[in-house]
């Protein structure tokens, strides 16, 4: 028995690498999908080439939304409409390997949530020199804790269970799709990883969000702000998360992130101090980077 995996992709002014995705993803051999395209407005021929599959594979399902609302809506449109038992999440620009899929249903267990790694290729299709986990720290996930400094576990490679969505909707304009749905999945039962890249990630100048970091950094124009989305990102968590040990931690977090007293530095240096194994974990530094970094807090938020 193959349980039903629902394929959410959502598109906007996808046209030039659409076909290659879509045709990636009926190559799937995992033989039980249905497929929820959610089209955001596009003006250009995305939601044409959309339809025209779509009326040769009763599988297919398309969404359409009046007007352009961003990739975080779009993808919550589509995924509120999934059926399956499991959900993956699809860019319109990527291809898959054919057995993604299959592999990331095999390797799930009990977790709530897998992901694989990613092969990087150029805006031709063509290899480059580099996997995702050359350029990000790629882990398991076993603590909501681990995704208080950042987290790394990219939609277009997860595979999760449906039941992540009760506490991951609705998705916010504060933190990116992805990171509240891995979230989600450690308040369950936490998120696993396989190093095998099966997807192949495009990078050109449209892509959404990419691995160049430099796109991340525009998100911060002034300190000020970077501040301000670190302490709405952490007010998030604590509003999502199940744990009532690592909730009320995290409202003490946001409190202390949000204040600038003696004693609001010196709480949070001491809270991240006495978890910084869990919290720290993404970062990768050695145990004296650790400790150093805990004291940093003494000055900055971040």
Not at 102 to 127: F, H, K
Not at 147 to 152: E, N, S, V
Not at 262 to 268: A, E, F, Q, S, T
Not at 278 to 298: E, Q, T
Request: overall charge positive; some cysteine; glycine content about 6%.
């Amino acid at each position: 028995m193959h349980p039903l995996v629902s394929v959410v992709m959502a598109t906007y002014q996808g046209e030039k690498y659409l076909k290659i995705q879509i045709e990636s993803l009926l190559a799937q051999d995992y033989p039980n999908l249905e497929f929820i395209w959610v089209d955001d407005a596009s003006t250009d021929q995305s939601l044409s080439i959309l339809k025209a599959y779509a009326s040769q594979d009763v599988r297919i399902q398309i969404l359409e939304n009046l007007k352009n609302e961003g990739h975080n809506t779009a993808f919550e449109r589509g995924m509120k409409a999934a059926n399956g038992e499991y959900i993956a999440l699809s860019d319109q620009d990527d291809y898959w390997v054919p057995s993604k899929i299959s592999t990331l249903v095999n390797g799930i267990g009990n977790y709530s949530l897998i992901y694989s790694d990613s092969q990087l290729i150029d805006q031709a299709g063509r290899e480059l020199p580099l996997k995702m986990s050359g350029l990000k720290r790629q882990i398991a996930y076993n603590s909501p804790l681990m995704y208080t400094f950042g987290a790394w576990a990219p939609g277009h490679s997860m595979l999760f269970r449906k039941e992540v969505l009760e506490t991951a909707l609705p998705l916010s304009n504060w933190v990116t799709h992805d990171y509240l749905l891995g979230f989600s999945a450690t308040c369950h039962n936490g998120i696993a990883y396989i190093p095998i890249p099966l997807v192949h990630y495009r990078q050109h100048e449209s892509n959404a969000i990419g691995a160049d970091l430099k796109k991340a950094k525009k998100l911060y124009q002034t300190r000020a702000e970077r501040n301000m989305r670190i302490c709405e990102r952490i007010k998030i968590l604590a509003e999502r998360c199940c744990d009532s040990k690592e909730k009320q931690l995290f409202e003490q977090l946001y409190l202390d992130f949000s204040g600038n007293s003696l004693v609001n530095r010196m709480r949070r240096c001491k809270t991240v101090l006495k978890y910084r194994e869990d919290m720290l974990a993404y970062k990768g530094k050695s145990s004296l980077g650790n400790f150093l970094y805990c004291f940093k807090l003494l000055f900055s938020i971040y």
